[in-house]
């Protein structure tokens, strides 16, 4: 690659701003929208700002508290997910690759079978269960159908396949057991796989919409998309610039998170989308 | 098959068995609390979301009487089944094509541009991040309006982009094509990022143009990651939902309602829980078909090239 500044270079950067511009439009319009003052959102010919810029519609929409109290079930539910599915999937994954055990290649084919089952199909049956077992408006019912990630367990498994032996077993040598050697040389030397599968998962529990809609009906255990769905449009009808307040609260914290940590997440998304290769 | 794979031979003989021991010591113990969940959370609902689509149960438990295949020969004769299949199938090729298309585009783009990356990323990829409930409340609210909506007032149009049922599936398409491009641009991009340069230099060498080299380098050697993400692009617009539901309830005149919609309100809204399970595992079996060609493509690029 030549360091010159040719022409169909600068035909490209028009062409990515102004894709860029058009991408960015929405997002853009949310947050003029949400700065303006109520009685100018919906003036025609549209204008990107009002008369003057006010935080009135955030400190609003705050004050009604639910948004604070969706974000945190939202981050709590995200975390735990992501905790036992990592935790979990990686103790899985090695089994199957390392150990030796009855009946593993039946279980391993019953895993991998599971990733063709999408979790949309089963909501009638899924729901019928949490009535069952009581867990209908609890955090459990959000987190453990999520926990259930065959493709997690794939990902690793392929991942601990390719991992070289020779220094679990000087350590098996020097007298160290299974656990140990996973806890404390596995786990440490795996940090950027995990870290990838880790980003991914939070990534789509953060964003699950469909299962947690159905298992609250409790405005105190909803989840941040679920509450935006259920409350915000009813509570602030009309009121667009609250609205717009109210989507830009909850779309920010992924944003941020991505700004600051724009290379992990990029690798994290796409090692896991490309299941691993 | 308990002992049969030996560790390789670093250890002295002494200590020999005492490492093989250890080699296949715990194994289900280290499956087991994934096993436990997976099988609650996902195996038994399975089984129990056929035997319930075979029954006549509502959404309180009661009236389980098994009927057989009834409910699936009701959804074969339900115009309002076929009618949300086929919103699925025509919302499922109009987006697979842009989302891959575009995904494919942005990434070359990005890839040549070699400045302003975090720009180009946050713009492009930034909207997959927001939850689905984020795109459509702004969408619905402020995009799709006509006079004060982003896009009526900004094309002096006054389209009604939701409520024509002519229109609706393709504003349902854009909205989703804003949304998640980003992952397949993603995906393009590392995949992109991982063609060894030496190749491009060496058709350089040879004196070769940069559309010979997209040509007869690049795009050959997307074809298995485009095989994938069509796949992956396939399953995931078969399973719309959120955006749908949210922005149009499935209107105007059920214009735009997604057969998990009909599934959803069968069994939530009109409680016939055991014709909901029918319908879903219609759209099971079509998710199946299109994950089998997946699973065949994962192994084929587990075998070949990395």
């Known amino acids: 690659m030549t360091k010159r500044f040719s022409l169909g270079q600068l035909v490209m950067l028009v062409v990515a701003l102004v894709l860029a511009a058009i991408w960015l439009a929405p997002i853009a319009w949310a947050v ?16 990107w700002f009002g008369s003057e810029i006010t935080f009135d519609s955030y400190a609003l929409v705050l004050e009604t508290g639910g948004i604070v109290k969706w974000a945190i079930n939202s981050t709590v539910t995200a975390v735990i997910v992501t905790f036992l599915t990592v935790l979990f999937s990686a103790m899985a994954a090695y089994g199957f690759a390392r150990t030796r055990f009855r009946g593993q290649r039946a279980l ?3 895993i991998l079978a599971g990733i063709m089952v999408p979790p949309h199909v089963l909501i009638a049956p899924l729901f019928a269960e949490m009535v069952a077992l009581g867990l209908v408006d609890t955090w459990w019912a959000i987190i453990l159908p999520q926990v259930a990630a065959p493709l997690i367990v794939y990902i690793l498994f392929k991942f601990f396949q390719d991992v070289p032996p020779e220094l679990e077993q000087a350590a098996f040598v020097d007298g160290a057991g299974r656990w140990r050697v996973f806890f404390t040389i596995v786990l440490p030397l795996s940090r950027p796989v995990l870290a ?26 909803m989840t941040l998309p679920v509450g935006l769905a259920n409350v915000v449009q009813g509570t602030f009808g009309l009121r667009y610039a609250q609205i717009m307040a109210s989507v830009v609260l909850a779309g920010l914290p992924l944003l941020v998170v991505f700004v600051m940590f724009q290379r992990q997440i990029i690798r994290g998304v796409a090692h896991t989308g490309l299941a691993g290769q | 098959m308990t002992t049969t794979v030996a560790p390789r031979p670093t250890a002295a003989p002494a200590t020999e068995a005492k490492v093989r021991r250890r080699w296949t010591q715990h194994g289900l113990l280290f499956v087991a609390p994934f096993l436990v969940i997976y099988v609650a959370f996902l195996v038994w609902p399975t089984l129990l979301g056929f035997r319930m689509s075979l029954s006549s149960v509502n959404i309180a438990g009661t009236n389980d009487h098994l009927v057989g295949f009834a409910n699936y020969a009701e959804a074969f004769g339900d115009p309002r089944m076929w009618r949300s299949l086929w919103n699925t199938l025509v919302f499922t090729v109009l987006s697979t094509v842009p989302l891959v298309l575009l995904g494919l585009a942005f990434a070359l783009l990005v890839h040549h541009l070699r400045f302003m990356q975090w720009l180009w990323r946050l713009s492009f990829f930034g909207p997959f991040l927001l939850p689905s409930a984020v795109v459509a409340i702004l969408w619905l609210q402020m995009i799709y309006p006509p006079g004060y909506g982003l896009l009526n007032g900004t094309l002096g149009t006054d389209v009604l982009w939701l409520g024509d049922p002519s229109v609706a599936m393709w504003s349902m398409v854009l909205t989703t094509v ?22 491009y230099e060496a058709a350089a060498i040879d004196g070769a143009s940069s559309w010979s080299k997209l040509r007869s380098i690049t795009l050959p050697l997307l074809r298995r990651t485009t095989a994938l993400i069509v796949v992956l692009q396939l399953v995931a617009s078969l399973k719309v939902f959120d955006q749908i539901y949210l922005m149009t309830s499935g209107g105007p005149q059920d214009a735009t309602r997604p057969i998990i919609e009909y ?25 199946v078909i299109v994950s089998l060609v997946q699973l ?11």
């Open chain 1, 196 to 221: 990838a599968v880790s980003i991914f998962t939070f990534i789509t529990t953060w964003n699950n919409f469909l299962w947690p809609f159905l298992v609250s009906t409790d405005p105190n255990t």
């Open chain 2, 178 to 199: 804003w949304w998640t491009v980003g992952f397949n641009f993603l995906l393009y991009l590392a995949a992109l990022q991982s063609i060894p340069q030496h190749l």
């Open chain 1, 108 to 110: 391993l084919a019953l």
């Open chain 2, 296 to 306: 065949r493509l994962f192994r084929k690029r587990a075998e070949g090239l990395s």
């Open chain 1, 32 to 47: 003029a929208t949400s700065l303006k003052p109520e009685s100018e959102t919906t003036v025609i010919p549209l204008q």
């Open chain 2, 263 to 287: 599934a959803y309100d069968v069994g939530f809204t009109g409680y016939r829980i055991g014709y909901a399970s029918a319908i879903s595992y219609i759209l099971f079996v079509l998710i």
